[in-house]
C-alpha cells in the first residue's frame, strides 16, 4: 500500500461517523433525558389509544346518577362527573380523540403547505405569488379567527374543529417549505439532476422533498401540540367535541360549573391536556435539537 493510500485509509478511519439516517436520530434522541420522558409519555397515550375498551373499568358513556361528582376513591380511581360517568375510563377514550387530532389535523396541514410551498419555491414566478399572496391574506387574520371561520361554514363537531385547525396550520407550513426549497433548488445535486433528464417533477418530490424534510419534522412537532390546544379551545367554546364525546377539551367545558363543588371533574382532563401537551413539547425540543444543526 502507498504512503498516499495509507494517509487515505487512516483519515477515514478518524473521520467521525456520518450524522444521516433515521437510526443514528433515534440514537441520539434516545441519549436526550426530554426525548426520554415525552416518548414514554407519548407512547403511554398511542397504547392507551389502542386498548382503551381494554384498560377502561367502565364504560365511558354510561350514565349513574346515584354517583354523581363522587370523589375519587377504589371503585372511581378518578371520581366520576356530573352524570355519574367514570373520569378514568372518560381519560383513557380521551387518548384516542388526542391522538385523532394530532393525526387529521396536522395531516392536513402539513400535506397542504407542503404542497403549496413546494409548488411556490419550485414553480414558476407567478405560481409563487399567487400561491404566497393567498398564504399571505391567511396569516393576515389570527389563527383562532382563522379556524372559528371554517368552523361557522362547515358547522361544530370534532372532525370540523380537526380540519379547521389543520386549515389554519397550513400557511406556516407553507412558508416554511418555501424558504426551505428555495435554499435547495439551485444546489448542484440538484442542478446534477436536471442535466441527466429527469422532469421537473420527478425533482422536486425526489430531491427537493426529501432535502427538506428535517425543519418540516421538527416543525410538525410543535404543530401537533399547537393543534390539540386549538381543538380543546374550540371544544371549551362549544364549537368542537359535542358531548357525550369523551374529548378532553370537551370534558373540561361540562365541568366548569364544578370548579368549586368537584374540583376533580375540571382537573383530571385539563392535566390530562397538561401532560400531554408537555410530553410533545418535550419530545419536540429533543427532535429539534437534533435535525436543526443552528440549535447545536
Request: aromatic share 8%; with cysteine; glycine share 8%.
Amino acid at each position: 500500500m502507498s504512503a498516499t493510500a495509507a494517509l487515505l485509509a487512516t483519515d477515514a478511519d478518524d473521520a467521525p461517523p456520518r450524522r444521516t439516517g433515521w437510526r443514528w436520530v433515534l440514537r441520539q434522541l434516545a441519549r436526550k433525558r426530554a426525548a426520554q420522558i415525552g416518548g414514554v409519555i407519548v407512547a403511554v397515550i398511542v397504547f392507551c389509544a389502542f386498548f382503551a375498551p381494554l384498560l377502561a373499568p367502565q364504560d365511558p358513556l354510561a350514565v349513574n346518577a346515584a354517583n354523581r361528582l363522587a370523589a375519587p376513591s377504589a371503585a372511581h380511581w378518578l371520581g366520576t362527573d356530573e352524570l355519574g360517568r367514570d373520569l378514568f375510563s372518560r381519560i383513557l377514550y380521551g387518548t384516542r380523540y388526542f391522538s385523532l387530532i394530532c393525526l387529521i389535523s396536522v395531516s392536513i396541514a402539513a400535506s397542504g403547505g407542503v404542497l403549496l410551498g413546494l409548488v411556490a419555491g419550485a414553480g414558476s414566478r407567478i405560481a409563487d405569488t399567487v400561491i404566497m399572496r393567498l398564504v399571505d391574506i391567511m396569516l393576515a387574520f389570527p389563527f383562532i379567527l382563522l379556524i372559528l371561520a371554517v368552523v361557522a361554514i362547515l358547522g361544530p363537531s370534532l372532525w370540523t374543529a380537526m380540519i379547521a385547525v389543520g386549515v389554519g396550520g397550513i400557511p406556516s407550513y407553507a412558508r416554511l417549505v418555501r424558504g426551505e426549497v428555495l435554499g435547495v433548488k439551485h444546489e448542484e445535486y440538484v442542478e446534477a439532476m436536471r442535466a441527466l433528464g429527469a422532469g421537473e417533477m420527478r425533482i422536486m418530490f425526489s430531491t427537493v422533498l426529501p432535502n427538506t424534510l428535517s425543519p418540516i419534522v421538527v416543525y410538525t412537532s410543535y404543530a401537533m401540540p399547537i393543534a390539540v390546544l386549538a381543538a380543546a379551545a374550540l371544544s371549551f367554546l362549544g364549537l368542537g367535541a359535542q358531548p357525550p364525546l369523551p374529548e378532553w377539551g370537551a370534558m373540561v367545558v361540562g365541568s366548569r360549573d364544578f370548579l368549586r363543588t368537584a374540583w376533580w371533574v375540571a382537573t383530571v382532563p385539563g392535566l390530562a391536556i397538561f401532560v400531554a401537551v408537555l410530553a410533545c413539547n418535550l419530545l419536540g425540543n429533543a427532535i429539534r435539537d437534533v435535525l436543526d444543526p443552528r440549535s447545536a
